[in-house]
């Protein structure tokens, strides 16, 4: 069974940098879209950042022009670069793909564990 396994979260002060990655813990056939998403304590589960296998990104406003979603398909691994941080961006953050795991299997959507990004003022 595969899963995705993300890293990089941690405790930052505002206007720090942190950078999260998330692989598939096993072998996989193709990876689709990729997407970041995350939630806050009392929240619902927002998009950040979403990104297809050609490379078009999309962002949520809140983080457009301080994150950058990156994509390593050599690796199948997604990156989220974040930038001039908040406090408002602490949340835990989780990956999801679209994949094959098998060439002949149908695509399924994987989500990560997440990881906690906490920022301080």
């Known amino acids: 069974q595969v899963q995705l396994v993300e890293s990089g979260g941690g405790l930052v002060q505002a206007g720090g940098s942190l950078r999260l990655s998330c692989a598939p813990s096993g072998s996989i056939f193709s990876m689709n879209t990729m997407v970041w998403y995350r939630q806050a304590p009392g929240k619902q589960r927002e998009l950040v950042a979403a990104i297809t296998s050609g490379g078009s990104t999309n962002y949520a406003d809140s983080v457009k022009g301080r994150f950058t979603i990156s994509r390593d398909n050599a690796k199948n691994t997604v990156y989220l670069q974040m930038n001039s941080l908040k406090p408002e961006d602490t949340a835990a953050y989780y990956c999801?793909?679209?994949?094959?795991?098998?060439?002949?299997?149908?695509?399924?959507?994987?989500w990560g564990q997440g990881t906690q990004v906490t920022v301080s003022s």
């Open positions: 999801n793909a679209n994949l094959r795991r098998l060439w002949y299997e149908a695509t399924h959507d994987y």
